[in-house]
DNA sequence: ATGGTGGGTCACCCA
């Protein structure tokens, strides 16, 4: 089974794109975040014609919104709300006869790093703290979890570790938050696992970049994690930066599992 | 220290 993750930024603005990787890349399961549409106008019709016909999503007007497209039919489905909001920020599907799959789009957080002078600081960082509790309580078995996590955890998860350790995404709060969700939550995150601890890994480059290839001012936003039954199964990793090269690309890749 | 770009919607929000 392929499952991919993906911060499209407008799945009506780049449906295309989504349809080209789900086929080039022969695609299982697709996970999206910031799909910046509400339900009714989720673009479900392109995505049956191109022969995924099983869809889970929870979108809103302008913000946030996540989806789970699939080719294999999906059995029960759910999603929380997080941090006293009711925005669309996760979603789940189990895979009938599969493992159940949680789609997370975690708070970018804001400029300050400081939940004081920064309320989005502070409900990103109250947003952790509940999934944390979440799964602590209910330690994840046969379970995959994806998403724009808008956290890069590592030293090699960022182009300067030293440069960004004031900006958020990359400080120490953050980044120890992280780490603290994955040991006590009981994930592997099955993409450092798999590349090892000293390859550089990116996720996403500023759109303000002159040139995004050659500045490579990357970050590891994005996750894929399994539970510790699950991690071993894994047989490849992608990461597809050639599609921030693409015509009016996401910010954000695709991340490809194969289990 | 600053401003750089892009998406959604309709004067700004958010990333």
Request: hydrophobic share 40%; with cysteine; charged share 25%.
């Amino acid at each position: 089974m392929r499952i991919a993750t993906w911060n499209i930024n407008s799945v009506r603005l780049r449906i295309d794109l989504v349809t080209k990787l789900l086929n080039e890349s022969d695609i299982d399961v697709l996970c999206l975040q910031e799909t910046k549409t509400e339900d009714k106008f989720f673009p479900s019709a392109a995505l049956a014609d191109a022969g995924w016909n099983h869809h889970a999503f929870r979108g809103e007007k302008s913000y946030n919104g996540v989806a789970i497209i699939s080719r294999l039919p999906l059995g029960q489905i759910h999603h929380k709300d997080w941090a006293e909001k009711i925005d669309c920020r996760h979603i789940c599907a189990q895979i009938e006869n599969g493992p159940s799959i949680h789609n997370f789009y975690v708070p970018a957080g804001g400029d300050v790093p400081d939940r004081e002078e920064n309320p989005k600081f502070g409900h990103k960082l109250d947003f952790l703290s509940e999934m944390t509790h979440h799964f602590t309580d209910q330690r994840p078995q046969n379970a995959i979890l994806v998403g724009d996590l808008n956290i890069a955890p590592l030293a090699e998860d960022v182009w300067s570790s030293k440069q960004l350790l004031k900006v958020v995404s990359h400080t120490p709060v953050e980044t120890e938050a992280l780490k603290r969700l994955i040991s006590d939550g009981g994930w592997v995150d099955v993409v450092r696992e798999h590349f090892g601890a000293d390859e550089k890994l990116y996720s996403w480059w500023s759109y303000r970049a002159r040139d995004w290839a050659t500045s490579n001012r990357g970050r590891r936003l994005d996750h894929i994690w399994m539970s510790h039954d699950l991690a071993p199964s894994v047989k490849m990793v992608d990461i597809r930066t050639d599609y921030r090269g693409a015509e009016k690309p996401s910010d954000h890749v695709p991340m490809i599992v194969e289990v």
